[in-house]
């Protein structure tokens, strides 16, 4: 059985930032992607960073120098770190584990997801 909680999130001025933590439980995902999605009201969810298997990171182009992702393996958790938070930003914030084949930003790829954390700027 796999789990994933998050904690942070939250109200922050534009230009400030933000640390969304996610802690992954169960065996099986050793082959998933862990990242993180995120959807705005009206708009559909969408990936914004994950990192696969092997470590590789892919990070979508409205995020891009701005928000980093991290891996810790011994506490099984998975950050992302925020940085100069723009209004646009605003949104549910999802943890995620699943694989994929196309689009790494399509939700249909995920297969586990952690409750969401609002984040408003």
């Known amino acids: 059985h796999v789990q994933l909680v998050v904690s942070g999130g939250g109200s922050v001025q534009a230009g400030g930032s933000l640390k969304l933590s996610c802690v992954v439980s169960?065996?099986?995902?050793?082959?998933?992607?862990v990242g993180w999605f995120r959807q705005a009201p009206g708009k559909q969810r969408e990936g914004i960073v994950i990192m696969d298997s092997i470590g590789s990171e892919k990070y979508a182009d409205s995020v891009t120098g701005r928000v980093t992702i991290s891996k810790d393996n011994a506490k099984n958790t998975v950050d992302l770190h925020m940085v100069s938070l723009k209004p646009e930003d605003t949104a549910m914030y999802y943890c995620?584990?699943?694989?994929?084949?196309?689009?790494?930003?399509?939700?249909?790829?995920?297969?586990?997801w952690g409750q969401g954390t609002q984040v408003t700027v």
């Open positions: 169960g065996n099986s995902i050793r082959t998933y992607f």
């Open positions: 995620a584990a699943g694989t994929y084949g196309g689009d790494w930003r399509d939700a249909s790829n995920v297969r586990y």
